[in-house]
Nanobody
């Protein structure tokens, strides 16, 4: 079965950086896109960034654009989220998610469009 495993979360001061990793450690699947979402306490899970696997095109939520970078290593079936200039509002559990390539366009921004999810990794930004 597919297993997405995140790592790299932790506690960082405002202005600092973290890099999250998400590896597919189980059965591989044909990937359309990989995304990162986050969920703060009492809030809905929200889109952060996504990368279309074949082209490498990346997409970002406006709240993180210019600070976060998503990129992939296809050989390692791994997607990364480099987070710079972190602010306390970035504090959340971050989830990696994968979309299966079904041969048609899929909305990378909608969490219901993702087929596989990781267990999440906590990111805490102190002020």
């Amino acid at each position: 079965q597919v297993q997405l495993v995140e790592s790299g979360g932790g506690l960082v001061q405002a202005g600092g950086s973290l890099r999250l990793s998400c590896a597919d450690s189980g059965r591989t699947f044909s990937v359309y896109a990989m995304g990162w979402f986050r969920q703060a306490p009492g809030k809905e899970r929200e889109f952060v960034a996504a990368i279309k696997w074949s082209s490498g095109y990346s997409y970002y939520a406006s709240s993180v654009k210019g600070r976060f970078t998503i990129y992939r290593d296809s050989a390692k079936n791994t997607v990364y989220l480099q987070m710079n200039s972190l602010i306390p509002e970035d504090t959340a559990v971050y989830y990696c998610a994968g979309q299966v390539n079904r041969g048609y366009y899929r909305d990378y921004g909608r969490k219901t469009e993702y087929d596989y999810w990781g267990q999440g990794t906590q990111v805490t930004v102190s002020s």
